[in-house]
């Protein structure tokens, strides 16, 4: 099948928006000195999810849609999304010969590995805690087999805030030790609950003595707390990998009930970025994405002084996850090249 094709045909369906469709937007001389795009593989998970893509096609669609980095999802060479299967060092050092592979043959750059469902690291229990710690150590060994800069690791655990400190200094403490020696950083992103609380995650920074420890400032993910009969539902809409009907939830912000504002959260932790993620969910027929002010997001990127790669993230389920990729790639070009 020619790449158009194969492109072509994952670009399915009535939910497909003109405006994404052979339109990729590049942006000027100055914003690609200043950041690279990205690709992050959440944005393909439904592809992946219903068989259409398989994850190792990751390196050849990034190609065909014009990026040039690679920021991996560790659970869709486990088994799937929040899959918990066992993954061996053996098999993550096969993952990491034949992604290099790819990432040769396609021309792209390993970026990050997004490491998920490797126990929880924010925990109470400290046995609980040195599981997580020694689960994520793999990674690590992956990230620095593949030149990848980072992994991206979540604070999940403990819904005090003093637990949740104490947890997450000590474990970040242990990966962070580990990792120095393999030129890998252990970043955090606010993935919700009491990581997307930026004034507590950046006290958790600030406590470690190690300069390869940052965060990953997401556009999207602001939610402190979450109705859980409504996560589950959002988790079955993304394993199902088809479109939500009427009456079915359209978005994590459907499932919030506590939420901080992205723009002062993302002004607090940029300080400490070693990533940017561009999330996206909605957009409107300008090609704008209708809930969060990219104008603004990106204005505060620059300001913070940060500089490099921005992955791109489509999680919406209104538009093709190839659609909405282009989307928010033309997006994102159009709005730097307004504001660098």
């Known amino acids: 099948m020619l790449r158009k094709d194969f492109i072509k045909n994952l670009s399915l369906g009535a939910l497909a928006f003109p405006f994404a469709k052979n339109s990729l937007i590049h942006s000027n001389s100055l914003a690609k000195d200043l950041f690279k795009i990205s690709l992050a593989q959440f944005s393909l998970f439904r592809l992946i999810q219903s068989g259409k893509m398989k994850p190792y096609d990751f390196a050849k669609i990034s190609s065909e849609l014009g990026f040039k980095g690679l920021e991996y999802m560790s659970a869709l060479y486990k088994g799937g999304f929040m899959s918990d299967s066992k993954f061996s060092l053996t098999d993550a050092i096969k993952f990491a010969n034949k992604s290099n ?7 792209q750059e390993n970026v990050l590995i997004m490491v998920d469902v490797e126990g929880n690291l924010s925990a109470e229990n400290s046995s609980e805690r040195a599981t997580a710690i020694e689960n994520h150590y793999k990674w690590i060994d992956c990230a620095n087999r593949m030149e990848c800069h980072s992994i991206r690791v979540n604070l999940y655990g403990s819904n005090d805030p003093e637990t949740w ?4 200094e000590e474990s970040l403490n242990a990966l962070c030790e580990y990792a120095k020696d393999f030129n890998v950083d252990i970043i955090v992103e606010n993935h919700n609950g009491l990581s997307s609380n930026p004034k507590l995650l950046v006290e958790v920074i600030k406590s470690l003595d190690f300069k390869n420890c940052g965060t990953l400032p997401d556009f999207g993910n602001w939610c402190i707390a979450q109705n859980e009969e409504k996560r589950n539902e959002l988790y079955t809409l993304y394993q199902r990998g088809k479109p939500p009907t009427d009456d079915e939830i359209k978005s994590i912000g459907d499932i919030c009930i506590e939420k901080h504002d992205p723009y002062e959260g993302m002004k607090i932790i940029l300080p400490y970025a070693k990533g ?12 704008n994405e209708s809930s969060i002010d990219y104008n603004r997001m990106l204005s505060l990127v620059i300001e913070s002084g940060y500089k490099g790669y921005i992955g791109v993230e489509y999680g919406g389920f209104l538009m093709t996850p190839i659609d909405g990729t282009i989307a928010t790639k033309n997006l994102l070009n159009k709005t730097l090249k307004k504001l660098v």
Not at 101 to 107: M, T
Not at 165 to 168: A, P
């Open 276 to 287: 940017v993620s561009a999330k996206s969910q909605f957009f409107d027929l300008q090609g």
């Open 165 to 168: 400190k104490k947890s997450s």
């Open 101 to 107: 592979s790819l990432a040769k043959e396609y021309n």
